[in-house]
């Protein structure tokens, strides 16, 4: 590829473009069709806030819903735990209340995001039909007293589901309040032990299989004897009773939890769709990063959204880390969320103090305007706080709302959420339909590749305490992000060929045909950077009869010779041009074939002066294997920018914590680490707002 400059103009870009071997390298994305279809560009990004009528005196919803609409909220989203409400006996039925809660918001010029009530079945169900909840790996049946307990399989419950769906769907399916359906909460319940799943794991197995012989196979029932006769005889694997179940089974097990959440709200979205007019979406909140299910799986919904909490305990970057949250997951979030259907929104975004973390801390002021911004730089439609008032009772009692608990004090992050609404509004008188992403930076698009299967996978066998799945890969992500490239995190089934880098961390499930899909956007020049772990297995979960993760042998241009583990306090070291790097959790040990090139070498153990990183060019592209993960990700980040750099493609140079992206004409900036950051906008630039350095929690916009 043709080395670029960061100052390069059209012209360049065009002869980047028409000589780049990637070929479908987009000028500016498209527009998705839910994008299209329910957000207007030029709206950019709303701001909305939960509100729960059921649990405010009537008398307080006008006042409530004004003062929504007085701090700048555009939308209120109600219902989603409603259901004793809606149905307070079993067939009878109550609406009146939520006519009333949704034209008071209507008449305040709030759009509406009504939920299906299907987290909180009501105690009169819980009491004539206890099958309706799931039995927990501890064998236990749930009861009533909590939320997102349910059957998914359980005739009864989706007899319950069904009715109150339709009701809904009937009730306000064509009512021009109604923005859009959230359906359920958070789905991903814990997975079901209980008859109602295991007969619907049996027959999800009958029809991957056909026959028991093939999932003797698959499952590898030779080992210990565990081979059955029939496939009524199987049991839903349970690692929390048995020693040993088999890996494969769980990550069948896995992927049939997963699927049955999806279908539990496809099937709702089908329901709905009887009475909805097209103008209103149907989605659903996943937790961010959910690992019991698999967002990509609800593939009949208009758009997923996600929720998300940044202050909770953890850590964070620096000194005042803990206050500034969590900073790869919002940046996560937009780019996995936004690329399933092209369109997302956080559904949840916290406010302020949350109530169930071990500790849990007061954010720092502004930083609940900095996940905004955030948010709206990964091209969100929408966002939404979790919640308007300070609940009074219940077991999120000391969760911060927009408002304290008087119900009308505006609490800090309720004050900067009103900011933030008030800046998309005038955000949008400064929109230009005809904006175009600058093309040193569509220049380096990249994609990481993601499966949850690998997840459930190696999250059941991690052969180190040491590893953490979805933190390798939260590694590449803030390396991509530190040099400043367009992020999306991607499926298989997607074409590869518009990013010119493609980096697939610890992809241990593989089978040939993944291979040759990864050749041939090497071949046609891509530059895929596959690291330790990748192709171990078999889609089935079990090694390959042949070399160690032979599949990839042939494209990395490598043998994986072995993997090494060191305890906690080990010194594994490695050298990269004469630099030297520590590692303790996971190290691939290469062997290059001739023409392949050893970036980096063990320095000690008794491997020393053997291969951690190889490098070839194949066809019009290249192939990185990095088959370490170091203690701090240095090498990986050095390793990145030789990659980029040999590619042609020029690379920022942000700190940890710090995210510059484009969207819709507007350059976004935001600091979560504890120290302030010079971003320099270039000469010439408008600042919208904020101002240089940047301060952690701080926003630095322009154009
Ligand atoms: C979310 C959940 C909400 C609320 C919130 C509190 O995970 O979806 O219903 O419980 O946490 O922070």
């Given amino acids: ?3 670029l400059r960061h100052s390069s103009r059209l012209t360049l870009v065009l002869l980047f473009v028409l000589t780049s071997p990637v070929l479908a390298l987009p000028q500016s994305p498209a527009r998705s069709e839910a994008a299209a279809r329910f957000f207007p560009a030029k709206d950019l990004m709303r701001v909305g806030v939960y509100y729960y009528p059921e649990h405010w005196p009537e008398g307080e919803w006008d006042r409530d819903f004004a003062n929504i609409e007085r701090l700048g909220f555009e939308f209120v989203h109600m219902g989603e735990f409603a259901w004793a409400f809606m149905e307070p006996e079993e067939g009878r039925f109550d609406f009146a209340w939520l006519d009333r809660a949704v034209e008071l918001a209507a008449r305040h010029h709030l759009k509406v995001i ?8 009501p105690a009169w169900m819980a009491e004539k039909y ?9 064998g236990r049946r749930r009861e009533h007293g909590s939320r997102g307990n349910n059957a998914l399989a359980d005739p009864a419950y989706l007899r319950f589901t069904e009715r109150v769906v339709m009701q809904l769907a009937s009730r306000y399916g064509k009512n021009p309040a109604v923005w859009g359906w959230q359906l359920d909460n958070e789905p991903g319940a814990p997975p079901d032990y209980g008859p109602s799943a295991q007969a619907a794991f049996r027959d999800w197995l009958r029809a991957r299989y056909q026959t028991i012989d093939v999932l003797n196979r698959e499952w590898g029932a030779a080992f210990w004897s565990l081979k059955y006769d029939d496939f009524d005889q199987v049991r839903a694997p349970n690692p929390t009773l048995l020693y040993g179940v088999s890996p494969h089974a769980v990550l069948d097990f896995r992927r049939f939890t997963a699927d049955q959440t999806a279908k539990f709200l496809n099937w709702q979205a089908a329901l709905l769709r009887r009475y909805t007019v097209p103008a209103q979406f149907i989605t659903t909140n996943y937790i961010s990063t959910t690992g019991s299910s698999d967002p990509r799986r609800s593939g009949d919904l208009d758009f997923i959204s996600y929720t998300m909490y940044p202050v909770g305990g953890g850590r964070g970057l620096g000194e005042d880390g803990f206050r500034l949250g969590w900073p790869d997951g919002i940046a996560f979030a937009n780019a996995f969320y936004k690329n399933i259907k092209g369109a997302t929104g956080v559904m949840e975004l916290q406010p302020g103090q949350v109530n169930w973390a071990y500790i849990n801390p007061q954010p720092m002021p502004g930083v609940v305007r900095m996940w905004l911004w955030h948010a709206f730089a990964g091209g969100l439609s929408f966002a939404c706080n ?25 609490s800090p992050g309720g004050l900067e959420y009103s900011q933030v609404a008030r800046e998309m509004r005038e955000l949008r008188a400064k929109y230009d339909p005809n904006a175009r992403p600058p093309a040193n930076y569509l220049a380096r698009r990249t994609a990481i590749l993601w499966n949850q299967e690998n997840l459930w996978n190696i999250d059941y066998q991690k052969q180190t305490g040491l590893w953490d799945t979805w933190g390798h890969m939260f590694r590449y992500l803030e390396i991509a992000k530190s040099f400043g490239a367009p992020l999306d995190i991607i499926s298989e089934g997607q074409d590869f060929s518009s990013y010119p880098v493609l980096v697939a961390p610890a992809y241990q499930l593989v089978d040939e045909e993944l291979v040759r899909k990864w050749t041939s956007y090497v071949e046609q020049g891509g530059h895929l950077v596959l690291t330790c772990r990748t192709g171990q297995k078999r889609r089935n979960g079990q090694l390959w009869e042949a070399a160690w993760a032979a599949p990839i042998r042939p494209l990395i241009g490598a043998e994986v010779s072995f993997f090494d583990l060191l305890l906690e306090d080990g010194r594994g070291e490695v050298t990269m041009n004469g630099t030297a790097y520590q590692w303790n959790v996971w190290a ?5 074939n001739e023409g392949t090139e050893s970036l980096a070498k063990y320095a000690n153990q008794f491997y020393a ?3 951690a990183v190889t490098y070839r060019r194949l066809g019009k592209g290249s192939v990185t294997y990095v088959g370490v993960q170091t203690k701090d990700g240095r090498l990986e980040k050095d390793v990145l920018r030789e990659v980029y750099k040999r590619a042609g493609l020029t690379t920022e140079d942000y700190s940890q914590g710090v995210y510059v992206d484009w969207r819709d004409g507007f350059w976004v900036a935001v ?14 630039a408008e600042i919208l707002y904020g101002s240089q350095p940047l301060k952690p929690a701080d926003v630095l916009v322009w154009r």
Avoid at 130 to 138: M, R, T
Avoid at 588 to 592: A, Q
């Fill in 588 to 592: 691939d040990v290469l062997k290059p």
């Fill in 386 to 410: 979790y919640r308007y008032r300070q609940p009074l009772y219940g077991s999120e009692l000391y969760h911060y709302g927009i408002v304290r608990t008087d119900g009308v004090t505006p």
């Fill in 1 to 3: 590829m043709k080395k």
């Fill in 609 to 611: 002066g053997q291969t």
């Fill in 671 to 684: 600091n979560y680490s504890s120290k302030p950051a010079e971003i320099n906008p270039p000469k010439g």
């Fill in 114 to 121: 009504l939920c299906t009530p299907t987290p909180t079945p």
């Fill in 130 to 138: 206890p099958e309706i909840f799931l039995v927990g790996a501890d």
